[in-house]
């Protein structure tokens, strides 16, 4: 279900900001509110373990976070 929502007080300079970015992507200062809220309030979509896992970067061998190879 859609809901209005009003935006009182909004400086002149950021409601022509706006206009100006709605008007770069093609659409109303409205919509381009619509999706600036969109985009910041959206949860991104969840990723399993393993996604996770395998976006971690390789930094190195176990040995190389062994403190007894480092000679202490």
């Known amino acids: 279900m859609a809901t209005n929502l009003v935006v009182r007080n909004v400086d002149e300079e950021i409601a022509l900001a706006l206009k100006m970015r709605g008007a770069a992507h093609g659409r109303s ?3 381009e509110h619509r999706e600036i ?6 949860r991104p979509a969840r ?3 393993v996604e996770v896992l395998a976006s971690m970067p390789n930094v190195g ?3 190389d976070f062994n403190i007894r190879s480092v000679g202490v």
């Not at 809220?37 to 959206?42: E, F, K, N, T």
């Open 29 to 31: 200062a409205e919509a």
């Open 37 to 42: 809220l969109r985009a910041a309030l959206q």
């Open 47 to 49: 990723r399993s373990l």
């Open 61 to 63: 061998e176990d040995a």
